[in-house]
């Protein structure tokens, strides 16, 4: 009946099983009998069996058992379709009873034939009978004395005799694991890694051989790679006179495989089964065309493979073993690529805490910025700048970043802000120079007056105290934790290579300063699609000047401070072009409110009053005249472009210029110029009029020829509604998802952190939409956009900026709505790259 019924089937050569029909490992086993590996017979359970089992419906168990020579032991493990949605545990030794016992103890000896039979009376007991594992702690030793404790242990606690029929034991092991795998907590575990609803699982039972008896016994495991490293490295562990995974038990007495100067090795003990192991290694990694970790048996002396599972692996490691495989020709590079998830890119490009350690958790947060770094708790930037100085490593912490902590920002290791989310400043700039940053942590209580803050638990901590900041998981640690160097080797560059080949959307990065562009060529990022020129402001040497711009009365005076800040610009741009060597490099025109480059506190208002040489109180006034209700929809981004135009006058001659100068020595440099926030036709026809005008007095002054692009920043919901008036007068289109997300949902982007996580926890929404693009209702604007945009004007190149161009579900949307672009951080690129790459292939 077995060998006809498909749900509980020998596994042969031919034998109809599939992995989303039987699960991963009795799929597996096919393969290595296909190889034929020295596999113990073995039947496989469907996922359909199984689910009946779960109901009571138990399939004919004598047949199972039938399939087996007679007398064997057997064990029973778990096979989902997925190796990753876990299981329940393996039960070994099935079938062994009394009479088997004494049998035994003729073959194999007393102690481990005794040894057998406690280990399933625990086993049963726990996973079947659902008694307590404390009740075999004081079952000492090994041997007969041990087995009769553990059975008179079962038989008090059930007030029944342990069951003796091997069929009876068989049916009762079956049952309890398919009912473990509909628990609530299997469910839920399952489900949280990636698991449908109704995910199967299937069985395997399988012949028992022996790690214990006669003359060389034990059991243990190998894989040819360093799972930390995925460099080759044969590895694993071997304990004689014992089964299943016993030898990663931290036993000390299990053995090395290959000859170790820890101690004595496997492969000197038994070098011929070494030898044939390691063949069959290398034969499963060739044709099941992965690193596996095989399980193996040695029996007196002869080895036995038990099974095979996908060797486990840091973020480097995978993509060390795909660029191997990939490299042997026993995988493609396509499939290489879609080997790794972009996500574990992030890991290597930065440091990380290790992720071996313990972690003493002293705040959350949200990761707005990944790497790992430790240092002093320093609370402004002076004191960070202090502290760079001293040569000692900082970490910044404030309520919320502004323009006047760049520089604590630059010399700190680290950023912690309390406020803020994954678009705050602190993020965007965090991100932009690849600086670890926690925003929005709000569980620990910042006390600025005081200069402490203060854990959940109530330990404070303040000025010079170490700790650490981990921006990938967005935690805060107390003391140094152990770190991990980013991994950018030749594997990682290669990846990269391949990817690029296959990519079909562009990726740009987002990049303000000469670092930031640097770090998106070493990427090979297509250009910069975003270099937000307010952060060239921010440097403290030209801090005193834009603020002596603002403060400026007159068009006329403002003109004449600019006068100053336009060869500083100038020399921004050239040095961008210069880095970029003709790749597109689109400008973004001055955007943010000009009071945020004021001061907010008294003492640097004080500053500001003795750098200008003006009373207090009228700077303090001034101040004052100049702040909004509600800052991000006041007077910014084109806005200012009307109605202060000579700071985006003075901007378009430094771009030009700055064209001229490093045209001269390359290849000739064809700028983007954007315009943030638009929102009606007539900002752009304004902006252009006067950017063409100046476009012309440069190349008369200057006798030059050159073209430039002009395009619209869509971050406002009217500009993308309105998209086909807007067109007609520009090359390009780039969607600024961040504002236009907050304007779509009417949702602060500064203030949403706080209570993003309970929108998302209570199921509000499924994903913070500053993070992921919101696919149904910003993404309809950005369909509409692209739609109006490019039926006004054929040809024009759409493209998006905001954070989520590094967001592999968000550059899909964008591949599909058929973007020329995404762009994204710097350190984003390679993340993006990847996911474009495997969108393609
Ligand atoms: C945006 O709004 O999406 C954008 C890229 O601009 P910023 O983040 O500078 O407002
Ligand atoms: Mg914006």
Known sequence: AVQNDPHTTLVTETAPIANDTHGGRAKCLQRLVRLHLPVPHTVALSFDAVARIGKGNLPDVQAVVGQFPAGTLLCVRPSSQDPDWGGPGAVLNIGINDTRFEALCKTIGEKPAAALYTRFVQAYAVGVARLDPDMFDDVKGDGRLALQASLSAYEAETEEEFPQDPATQLAAVLRSMARAWDGTSARLLRQAKGAPADAGLGLVVQQMVFGVGTGQCGAGVLQLVDSDTGLPQITGRYLSQSQGRDALEGDAAALYLTCDPRGPSFEELVPEAFAELTAHASLMRQRLRAEMQVEFVIEDGKLHILDGVRVSRSSRASVRIAVALADDGIISREEALMRVQPRTLTELLHRQVDPRVKRDRIGRGIPASPGAATGKIVFNA?????????????????????????????????????????????????RGMGLPCVVGASNMHLNMAKRTITAPDGRVFTTGDEITVDGTKGEILAGAAAMQEAALDDTFTRLMEWAQDCADIGIRANADTPADAQTARNFNAHGI????????????????????????????????????????????????????????????????????????????????????????????????????????????????????????????????????????????????????????????????????????????????????????MVETPRAALRAAEIAPHCAFLSFGTNDLTQMTYGLS????????????????????????????????????????????????????????????????????????????????????RLAAAQLAI
Do not use: W
């Open 529 to 712: 699609g975003l270099c937000r020129t307010e952060h060239m402001f921010f440097d403290p040497g030209r801090l005193t000047v834009m603020r002596e711009m603002i403060f400026a009365a007159t068009g006329e005076d403002r003109r004449a401070v600019l006068e100053r800040l336009l060869p500083m610009q100038r020399d921004d741009f050239t040095q961008l072009f210069r880095i970029m060597q003709g790749q597109p490099v689109c400008i973004r025109l001055f955007d943010p409110p000009l009071h945020e480059f004021l001061p907010a506190d008294k003492a640097g208002q004080r500053e500001l009053a003795e750098a200008l040489g003006l009373p207090l109180s009228q700077v303090t006034r001034r101040i004052e005249s100049m702040t909004e209700y509600n800052p991000m929809l006041g007077l910014r981004g084109v806005r200012l472009g009307v109605t202060v135009p000579e700071i985006y006058e003075m901007q378009a001659r430094a771009i030009f210029e700055a064209t001229i100068e490093a045209s001269r020595d390359g290849e000739p440099v064809v700028p983007e110029i954007m315009i943030p926030l638009v929102s009606a036709r007539r900002e752009v026809e304004m902006v252009k009029a006067s950017v063409d005008a100046i476009a012309a007095a440069v190349r008369s002054e200057r006798d030059a020829t050159f073209t430039y692009r002009l395009g619209v």
């Open 749 to 832: 982007r500064d203030d949403a952190g706080r209570f993003m996580s309970d929108y998302v926890q209570q199921g509000v929404f499924p994903e913070d939409p500053f993070h992921v693009l919101d696919q149904d209702g910003v993404g309809e604007l950005l369909q509409l956009g692209a739609e109006r945009g490019r039926k006004a004007q054929p040809g024009i190149t759409l493209s998006i900026c905001g954070e989520h161009g590094g967001n592999p579900e968000s550059i899909a949307f964008c591949r599909d709505a058929g973007f020329d672009y995404v762009s994204c951080s710097p350190f984003r690129v390679p993340v993006a």
């Open 382 to 430: 002076t004191e960070a700048q202090a502290s760079a100085a001293r040569g000692e490593p900082c970490i910044l912490v404030r309520r919320e970043t502004s323009p006047e902590d760049i520089r604590g920002m630059h010399a700190a290791q680290a950023v912690i802000t309390e406020r803020g989310g994954i678009t705050s400043h602190a993020a965007v700039i965090g």
